[in-house]
């Protein structure tokens, strides 16, 4: 028989696993296990998205489902900083560069990127905020990446 003490030894460790894998800062268990919610949540978001974008680029899907996130561009913050995912259906040109300027016009210094731009632009990348400047928040991030996009002459 199991005693009352090795039980709360194992949900205790199993909390701190789950704690790690969410990345939750949270100290006590209904904390823990909200974060753990909210990280499911967040990652189900992303996997719709994800599989939204397969099917657009295979083309198998009706058209209308691949029109509706012509833009896509979502900011997190990370550690090192901040990390923005930027999907648009069509490949523009330098529009790249302009996203990097708008970066660069933040403040911020990309530690990591990936882009790639074969029948539609991809861009993920982490942006760290350079010493001595002012704090910027996601939202910042974002409106400046969107209106790079929206300014954008190919577009």
Do not use: W
Request: charged fraction near 25%.
């Amino acid at each position: 028989m199991v005693s009352k003490e090795q039980k709360r030894a194992s949900l205790h460790e199993k909390l701190q696993i789950l704690r790690t894998l969410t990345h939750s800062q949270a100290a006590n268990k209904r904390s823990i296990i909200a974060d753990a919610s909210t990280y499911i949540k967040d990652l189900k978001q992303k996997i719709s998205k994800l599989n939204q974008e397969i099917a657009c680029t295979q083309n198998t899907t009706s058209p209308t489902l691949c029109e509706e996130p012509s833009q896509l561009v979502s900011v997190e913050v990370v550690e090192k900083g901040f990390l923005i995912s930027v999907f648009t259906n069509k490949n523009s040109p330098g529009l790249l560069a302009s996203i990097l300027e708008a970066f660069d016009v933040l403040g911020l210094t990309v530690l990591e990127a990936r882009a790639s731009c074969a029948g539609s632009f991809r861009l993920q990348a982490v942006g760290g905020e350079d010493e001595g400047e002012e704090v910027i928040d996601a939202q910042a991030v974002e409106e400046a990446v969107m209106h790079a996009i929206r300014s954008y002459p190919g577009n």
